[in-house]
């Protein structure tokens, strides 16, 4: 499996002992699904992982970023499955000081999948989490970090509990999201989803489900929750409808209903604002 690092296409790709991506979780990344060649949603992503960057104050070049990409997948001949892009600060000396002039480490990795995904996904267990709880307060809440061990913490309890995934409330006791996804509800007839203020990662799928679905904002309580007449998961690779939460069975069709309205967004088709880096990578 070949790897993209600055520039090269490795088979035997390595970092310093020194990048601050590995000592220090100093960077942002993105996973992004691959379909039929393509780089799913690539400028929304795109977009997200300079945010990040930005947020942090480490130099993204966006043109980098989508050849990284498109070689990536090209070298490896990957026609389904995912690429991770991953921008660290690089090299630095030890300690927390960031360096003057830092010279990031880009990498983008593949991988592979034997066929198109299958959607929606079977029904999950989740259970709320009560160790770990997500910081609204934190900048790190709205990027996707390197740092993701609160994330690590909080599916462990999950698995712990015998569930598949966790759900995150957030410092105020307000519903945030899951471990490694969003959540979208059916509640009082209403798609729901957590604003971004509660701790929210904005997630790709979560805003196509807001400007396509009709889904709306709005805090929701561990109550509101409870109620839920469906529930489901969504992150760039996939979505998983919720069959029991915490002590409660939910509604099986319902979910798998809610699920399976949301699955077209995962894809290339479903983005009307292009899928591939620069415009420049087609589908094979």
Known sequence: ?????????????????????????????????????????WPRHCERLAEGAAVLGIPFDRAAGATAVRQVLEANRTEFGSVRLTLSRGGGARGLAVPPDPRPTLVAGVTTRSGQLAAPLSPVRVVTVRRTRRNEFSPLARIKSLNMLDNVLARAEA????????????TAGRVAEAAAANIVVLLEGRLTTPPVTDGVLPGILRALALERLGVV????????????????????????????????????????????????????????????????????
């Open 1 to 41: 499996m070949l790897v993209w690092l600055n520039g090269t296409l490795t088979e035997e790709a390595s970092i310093p002992v020194t990048d601050r991506g590995f000592t220090l979780g100093d960077g942002v990344f993105e996973t992004i699904l691959v379909d039929h060649g393509a780089a799913c949603h």
């Open 159 to 170: 698995v712990e509990a015998g569930a598949d995934e966790a759900i995150l409330l957030n």
């Open 217 to 284: 904002e709005r805090s929701l309580s561990p109550d509101d929750l409870a109620r839920a007449e469906a529930v489901a998961l969504t992150n760039s690779l996939s979505i998983q409808a919720v069959g029991r939460l915490d002590d409660r069975n939910l509604d099986g069709e319902a979910s798998r209903a809610l699920a399976a309205a949301l699955c077209p967004l995962l894809t290339a088709g479903g983005d009307r604002s292009g899928s591939h880096p620069t415009g420049a990578f087609p589908p094979r």
